[in-house]
């Protein structure tokens, strides 16, 4: 079916059919950064079609030019061979364009069939009641189109996650999209549930929609795509013509960059003469972390890798007490504890600087000051009773360690959110100076911050580690590992599967090992 | 920095709510000099105000961290009833100051269960202290079987509501006392800065090892002893135990001046001072509208305008910030 399904795709092409889409010298510019550089490319009809690229290659500014909700610079969109100007992205959905988010663009609360009809026109009787008999009816034969077999009454929160997706597909489809944009769609699903889904899109694309597939998870771009574009730093940088061309060295060759694998192996950190050891996590578990044993000692800084929900952010959230510990031992200082919350990890000289500075660090609203001393008040308080702050004591403790990481703020007054988002991150790392942290552990301290603040960022992390300190680090930018880290943990499927020293720390092996290659290789 | 559009926006929006209540002092000053503008009113819109303000600063330090107390109303209720009811039956030589502290301690502990039940049963505050709210509401009703208590109310409380010291009506001297209390807490104590900061980002502050739960407890205890203080003064001011329905005037106008208070200085952020001028406000308002003239309704009315516009200046800020 698969060749037939091939055949057929070159078939139209070679039967002069323009392509369903075609994106065309793309240039996209921001304030001070050009986002996108003259990219091009093709998506047939019948195509799985995989868009490639890091963190911040221009994966999503390309996705948000395509639906309407960004302008482009310059260049040209064509749908069907016709010239398209996207001015919203309603105009984009008219011209039969579609995209499924990550989290799904779903209404939880609301049944199928009423999220397959949202915004639409509902069926009714007399012109007023909702004729709720042809809304199932429509329903079932959307969900038929996708091979869903489920209750078109059913709540969407009741749903797995494989068939959410297939929902939101179903929905894509109900608004005559021809072209359907999946944004990262496996990110919550099981391996039974993607080859579920998988199957569905092929059959779908035998139909002759189009899908442009992004996804960090290269094993299943090989197993699903029939072609691929790949992006880095704004530009195109590698395709190939059909799916023999689609190998794996070269696509990860693609995505990493070759200079980028020289300059990190000179940028590599020396190894330094390390101290006690400050943390021994022995074969630590839980629902998504299997038997993870590391140690921890004064001055390193070591990286936690492995694509999405592979287990290296959720070991920091379970060291932190965020989540709960099934099973396994944390010694901190060789004395054992069990951090049932937050709270005893501070206490036990804890640090998490986590992933969304928004959502679970700044306190938007408040001064530097209020953000920065927060966990450390105790330090200030005139008794432990009556707990007065001495104002006094607080801004100069807190003067200090903002001039010692160079936040750049008007005032210690000045509200967090007026500062740039890398003196923001900046200023949340600042917090964890005043308790005097020994083990700070890091989630992706670097998105969302400019290059310059990066950098900064990664100085202050190693004096951080040289001042007496350890670094526990992970980030969904695999380059950044090289950068920073002495050692790096590679995590795969909840457990660690490889420990990489000194210059065997670069991208192209921890990507290898985070996908898995040696498996994806017996596989074919 | 900014536009000058943008700085007449956040001028207005920290300042408008003093500003109002200058003209509205100024406006009906010049309407009725002669009634409005003595001391002897002044002190009166103060003297009314206090039980509002007693109320308000228990409610604000709920709403710092995030949470909606309802259940203020029949709490205020229950203390001014429950320490009638206890007084009266001590008959002659009553142990006055034990009596006030055992209720507002109990006062405290309702609240304390509250807490309990919104941070460990993970019960919306809004909807737990509702249906408690609900309960208090009926128990006084049947222990008291309706029946309010007139007579036999010793003299030594009734002066809390009634009387003055050295020219200042002691339920100003109470509220005064209170708002003083919890300005210091919020303002400059960990316990105000951990719980303005669970009300501003509650995941930031359990990741800075504040044990946000248990604030639940402190939060909602200190907000129930308020809104029982706040009903005790009004029943010695009354000189009456009513098992019902004394709180209930309380509870929009409470909520009212917090709110106009968070649209004060610090937009989008609940204080004592502001909340200090929005019961002000209210104050102000209903006193010179009765001095003018005008009929009850009218009170209704323009309190519910009056809210709308300072949301509205506050929203305009927080908006501008996304």
Redesign the interface.
């Known amino acids: 079916m698969e060749l037939r399904q091939q055949l057929g795709a070159a078939f139209s092409d070679a039967g002069g059919a323009a392509p369903l889409l075609e994106v065309k010298e793309i240039t996209k510019d921001f304030p001070g950064q050009r986002a996108l550089d003259q990219v091009s490319m093709t998506l047939r009809r019948g195509e799985i079609h995989a868009l490639l690229g890091e963190n911040g290659a221009g994966k999503s500014t390309l996705i948000k030019i395509i639906t309407g909700v960004y302008h482009a610079t310059a260049g040209q969109i064509l749908v069907d061979g016709q010239v398209v100007h996207f001015n919203h992205p309603h105009a984009a959905q008219a011209a039969g364009i579609a995209v499924v988010h990550q989290h799904g663009n779903l209404v939880p609360s609301l049944t199928v069939q009423e999220n397959l009809m949202l915004g639409e026109r509902l069926p009714r009787r007399v012109g007023v009641f909702i004729h709720w008999g042809a809304v199932r009816e429509r329903a079932r034969r959307l969900l038929q189109r996708v091979g869903l077999s489920i209750d078109p009454t059913a709540l969407v929160s009741a749903l797995r996650p494989d068939e959410i997706a297939m929902v939101s597909i179903a929905k894509a489809i109900a608004t005559d999209a021809k072209i359907i944009i999946l944004d990262e769609p496996t990110t919550a699903l099981l391996p039974d549930e993607v080859a579920t889904l998988f199957a569905q899109m092929r059959r779908l694309a035998s139909d002759g929609h189009g899908f442009l597939y992004v996804s960090h998870r290269l094993s299943e771009v090989f197993a699903i795509a029939d072609r691929a574009t790949v992006l880095r730093d704004g530009k195109h940088v590698w395709a190939c013509a059909d799916r023999s061309g689609l190998r794996r060295d070269d696509v990860v060759a693609a995505i990493v960059g070759k200079e980028k694998e020289l300059a990190t192996v000179e940028g590599a950190p020396p190894s330094q003469v390390l101290g006690a050891e400050l943390l021994a996590v022995t074969e630590l578990s839980s629902a998504r972390v299997n038997e993870v044993s590391f140690t921890l000692k004064v001055g390193e800084i070591v990286g936690l890798a492995g694509l999405p929900g592979s287990g290296a952010e959720e070991t920091l959230n379970l060291i ?1 007490g ?1 989540d709960a510990q099934s099973g396994g031992t944390i010694a901190v200082s060789g004395v054992i504890a069990r951090f049932s ?3 005893a ?3 036990a000289g804890l640090a ?1 600087v ?1 992933k969304e500075r928004l ?8 001064s530097v000051r ?1 953000n920065v ?3 450390s ?2 330090r200030f ?1 005139t008794d432990p009773i ?4 001495k ?1 006094g004591k607080e801004r100069a403790l807190v003067q200090h360690v903002v001039a010692r990481l160079n936040v750049k703020t008007v005032s210690l007054e000045s509200k967090i ?1 007026s500062l740039s988002g890398g003196n923001q991150q900046k200023a949340i790392l600042a ?1 964890w100076l005043g308790t005097n942290a020994k083990i700070y552990l890091l989630n992706s301290p670097t998105a969302a911050v400019d290059v310059g603040a990066k950098t900064e960022i990664y100085r202050l992390l190693k004096d951080i580690a040289a001042a007496g300190a350890a670094v526990l680090f992970t980030s969904t930018e695999v380059e950044e590992f090289p950068r920073l880290c002495n050692r790096v943990l590679v995590f795969r499927a909840g457990r660690v599967v490889a420990e990489l020293h000194g210059s065997d720390v670069t991208e192209a092996q921890i990507l290898r090992l985070a996908v898995g290659v040696e498996e994806q290789q017996k596989v074919a | 920095m900014q536009k000058k559009g943008g700085d007449v926006i956040g001028w207005l929006s920290r300042y408008a709510t003093i500003l109002f209540l200058l003209l509205l002092v100024i406006g009906f000053s010049f309407a009725r000099p002669e009634v409005f503008a003595t001391q002897l009113n002044l002190l009166n819109v103060l003297n009314q105000a206090s039980i509002l303000l007693i109320i308000s600063s228990g409610l604000t330090v709920c709403l710092v961290m995030g949470l909606f107390d309802l259940s203020i109303a029949s709490m205020a209720t229950l203390g001014g009833y429950l320490v009638c009811k206890l007084l009266v039956d001590q008959g002659e030589n009553p142990h006055l100051w034990l009596t006030l502290t055992g209720v507002l301690i109990f006062a405290g502990a309702v609240g304390v269960l509250n807490g309990l039940l919104v941070s460990y049963l993970g019960i919306s505050a809004f909807i737990e202290t509702l249906a408690m709210g609900s309960i208090i509401t009926g128990a006084i009703l049947g222990f008291s079987q309706s029946r309010t208590i007139l007579g036999g109310i010793p003299e030594s409380f009734l002066v809390l509501g009634q009387q003055a010291t050295l020219g200042i009506p002691n339920p100003v001297i109470i509220m005064v006392m209170v708002a003083l209390v919890l300005w ?1 807490m919020l303002e ?4 105000g ?2 719980l ?2 669970i009300g ?2 509650m ?9 946000v739960k248990r604030y639940a407890l402190l939060a909602l205890g200190i907000s129930a002893a308020c809104a029982a203080l706040g009903g005790i003064v009004a029943a010695a001011n009354l000189g009456a135990g009513r098992p019902q329905g004394v709180g209930d005037t309380y509870l929009l106008n409470a909520f009212a001046a917090v709110f106009i208070g968070a649209s004060t200085l610090r937009p ?2 609940f204080h004592i001072f502001g909340t200090f001028i929005g019961v002000l406000m209210i104050g102000v308002i209903s006193n010179g509208l009765s001095i003018m003239g005008v009929e009850t309704y009218w009170q209704y009315i323009v309190q519910g305008v009056l809210l709308i516009f300072a949301m509205f200046g506050a929203g305009m800020v927080v908006m501008r ?1 996304k």
């Not at chain 2, 995941?203 to 044990?211: D, N, Q, T």
């Open positions: 932190y965020r919350s937050p709270r990890a501070v206490a998490l986590p959502a679970e660090a700044a306190m938007p609203g408040f209020e001393s927060l966990p008040l105790t308080i009556l707990r007065v702050i104002r959110e917090r | 210091v400059h104590t960990q316990n800065r951990n303005y900061a501003g980002n995941e930031a502050a359990r990741l800075s090892g504040i044990p989008g952020q910030r």
